[in-house]
C-alpha cells in the first residue's frame, strides 16, 4: 500500500493515475443492494470466467460499481465507451454480449425496450429514466469500484481537499457552504453551513467531532445506502473538508 506524506505526493499521484486511462472497453455491472439482489453477483463470476477462458483480459475490461439507479433494470451491464446498454441480463447472455464488444457490435434483442414506444434503445444516456436527470451526488456511481481508492482518485477524488487545503481558510469555506445554500437530506433540511459554523464555533480540549448521519429512519428507503455502496469515498473527501472548515479531529459515520 502506497503512504502519501504531502500535497505534493498526492498531485503526482493524482497525474500519474489520470493519464493512465485503461484503453480497453469495459464491461460495466452495477452491484449494488439492488443488482445484488437481482443477480449481478453471477454476472460478474461468469464474465471473469468467460474474459480468462477465451484470453480476453487484455482487450476488455470488467468494472464493478454501485448502482446506476435504475434498479428495476438489475442486474444490467453497462459497455463503456460506447454507453450501450442491457438491461435484466441473463447469465447465459455474457458470451453474447462479451462477444458483440471484441467485434464492435450490439446484441439488439438484448437492449433496453421502451415500454411505451416499444422500441430498443441501445444507449443508456437515451432512455427516458436516465435523459431528463442531471444526476450529482450518485453522477460518479457507474465509473468508480468503491473498494478501490485509485480508481476514486483517478475520477477527480480528493482534489478538491487538496485545493482547500492549501488555499483556503476555514472560515471561507464555511461561508461558501452557507452561500450554497446547501440543507441536510432529512425532513428538517437544516441548513449545513450552520450546522458547520456553529460546531466551528465550539471549542474543546479533547478535540471536536464531526458525525456524519447516514441513518435511514423511512423503512426501506436506501438513499444514504446507494452513495455509501456506490462512493464511500466522496462521504469521507466530504467528511474531511467539512473537518478542515470547523476544527474537528474526529470523524464518525452513523
Known sequence: MQQLRSI????????????????????????????????SNDLIRIAKKVLIQQNLTGKIGLNVTGCHGFCETEPSILVEPQ?????????????????????????????????VSRERIEKQDDIPF???????????????????????????????????Y???????????????????????????GLKWELLSKQSSKGGKVLICNADEGDPGAY????????????????MLIGALATGATEGIIY
Open 8 to 39: 505534493e505526493e498526492f498531485k503526482i499521484l493524482h497525474e500519474r493515475l489520470s493519464s493512465d486511462l485503461d484503453p480497453r472497453p469495459q464491461l460495466v455491472i452495477s452491484n449494488g443492494t439492488c443488482g445484488q439482489a437481482s443477480g
Open 83 to 115: 454507453r450501450t446498454f442491457y438491461p435484466r441480463v441473463d447469465p447465459a447472455d455474457i458470451p453474447r454480449i462479451i462477444e458483440s464488444v471484441v467485434h464492435g457490435d450490439v446484441v439488439e434483442d438484448l437492449l433496453y425496450r421502451d415500454p
Open 130 to 164: 436516465y435523459k431528463h436527470q442531471d444526476r450529482v451526488l450518485l453522477s460518479k456511481s457507474e465509473k468508480i469500484d468503491p473498494i478501490r481508492i485509485f480508481n476514486y482518485i483517478r475520477n477527480g477524488g480528493y482534489t478538491a481537499f487538496c485545493k482547500l
Open 166 to 192: 492549501e488555499s483556503t481558510e476555514p472560515e471561507a469555506v464555511v461561508e461558501a457552504v452557507k452561500t450554497s445554500g446547501l440543507r441536510g437530506r432529512g425532513g428538517a433540511g437544516f441548513p449545513t
Open 223 to 238: 438513499m444514504d445506502r446507494s452513495l455509501l455502496e456506490g462512493n464511500p469515498h466522496s462521504i469521507i473527501e466530504g
